[in-house]
Structures are given as structure tokens and as C-alpha cells.
């Protein structure tokens, strides 16, 4: 399983854009790159998933480099609501991994007001 | 739809005691996991179903804890006897799995439900 490193916590301010970093350097062929959202009490909530270049839908953007060793969690104009952790995860979930998702450590964002 | 649903939300129990978390996964899903999650070490898989039959338990921490699916629309983790150690938010997720797209495989997206507080005094 490719391993991922991300920072532990970031601030941010309201109406900013946040970005977020994660590191995959052993990421293998058939891995996706897939973020969750986890706000305080709940369970995780897949954000967005993707394989290379950009993926956008209406909660973030998903930027991969050619070399597919990282990946960028965008999100645009933070609000408050934003405040949770986003867990960044890598693998061939489904079939090389029976569907299993390994979390990390996740980086925990604060927005400010 | 309503999602995921877990019970109870909170549970608070004496060490020694018998505790079962039940869930309801998402009508359709084929997959169910069981994730454990503490500030010391995260979230954890536990043990997980594909279509009621218990593919992956390496995650369970030991012969305390237990896990069945006897149909597509219910599952239980019991620990028996529960320790303090025990203490943790438990979180049941379901997925449904999708086929592959040109070659590629697809991820299976898992849908959470609200956990369950679990206080073992």
C-alpha cells in the first residue's frame, strides 16, 4: 500500500483558498488518489477521487502532477463549515484492496473567522 | 435514504461487560466495514463484508471482539468482555462498489454513518 504524508494541521482564514498537499511516492499504476472529510462527532465523507491531471466537482478541486507522486486538495473560499480533517488515501481500493481504506493521520484544518 | 444507521450512539458500560454496536448499511451496498477510532491511533479497519461474508478481519484486535452479518441489511460488533481500553468511537461504513471504467479500475466510495461513543468504565 502506497504510503501518504500529509501535514498534520493547517489555518486558514474565511474566504481563502486552501490547499493541501499529499505525498505518494510509492504510488503503483492502478492506485486512485481519494480525500475524506471528517468534521467533529461524524463519520468521513468522501470528497472527491481522482487518477491524474485536475478533477473539480462542487466541494473541491483535485490536482495531480504527470508523476502522480502527489496530489493537491484545493479548496476554494473556506468558510467556517470547512473546519474538519481531510484525509488523503491512495490504493487500488476495490480490487487490490477488497475495498479497504487505510487512514493516515489526516490534517486537521481550522478556519478562522 | 437515510444512510448508514448505528446503535446506540453512545454507550457507556463497566469493564467485563458484554457490548453489541449494530448497524444498517445503505439498501443496495454489497460491502460493510467496521472502523474503530481514538486519538492515540486513529481511525482503524477493523473487519469488513462483501455481500454478508467476512472477507478481512485482520484488523481485529483480538478474540474479545467479534463480528457477524447474518443478512445484506444488518451487522453487530460485540466485545465480550469489554475493557476500558476499549473506549473508542466505533464507525460502520457501506459501499456498493462500481465496475471498471476503460481499463481502469474504480474506487469503491464507502458511506459512513454517525458512530457509535463507546465508554468502558
Known amino acids: 500500500l502506497a504510503k501518504t504524508t500529509q501535514p498534520i494541521s493547517m489555518d486558514s482564514y474565511e474566504g481563502q483558498e486552501v490547499n493541501i498537499t499529499c505525498s505518494h511516492n510509492?504510488?503503483?499504476?492502478?492506485?486512485?488518489i481519494t480525500w475524506y472529510q471528517q468534521f467533529p462527532s461524524q463519520g468521513p465523507r468522501f470528497i472527491i477521487q481522482g487518477y491524474k491531471t485536475k478533477v473539480t466537482n462542487e466541494v473541491a478541486s483535485l490536482f495531480i502532477p504527470a508523476d502522480r507522486k502527489s496530489s493537491t486538495l484545493s479548496l476554494p473560499r473556506v468558510s467556517l463549515s470547512d473546519t474538519a480533517v481531510y484525509y488523503c488515501l491512495v490504493g487500488d481500493h476495490l480490487y487490490n484492496q477488497g475495498g479497504k481504506l487505510i487512514f493516515g493521520q489526516g490534517t486537521e484544518l481550522s478556519v478562522k473567522p | 435514504d437515510a444512510g448508514v444507521i448505528q446503535s446506540p450512539r453512545h454507550e457507556v458500560t463497566e469493564m467485563g461487560q458484554e457490548v453489541t454496536l449494530r448497524c444498517k448499511p445503505i439498501?443496495?451496498?454489497?460491502?460493510l466495514f467496521w472502523y474503530r477510532q481514538t486519538m492515540m491511533r486513529g481511525l482503524e479497519l477493523l473487519i469488513y463484508f462483501n455481500n454478508n461474508v467476512p472477507i478481512d478481519d485482520s484488523g481485529m484486535p483480538e478474540d474479545r471482539f467479534s463480528a457477524k452479518m447474518p443478512n445484506a441489511s444488518f451487522s453487530t460488533l460485540k466485545i465480550q468482555p469489554s475493557e476500558p481500553r476499549d473506549s473508542a468511537v466505533y464507525f460502520c461504513a457501506s459501499g456498493a462498489g462500481t465496475s471498471g471504467r476503460g481499463g481502469l479500475r474504480s474506487y469503491n466510495e464507502q458511506f459512513f454513518g454517525p458512530g457509535t461513543r463507546l465508554t468502558v468504565l
Open positions: 510509492n504510488i503503483a499504476t492502478n492506485d486512485y
Open positions: 439498501s443496495g451496498h454489497n460491502s
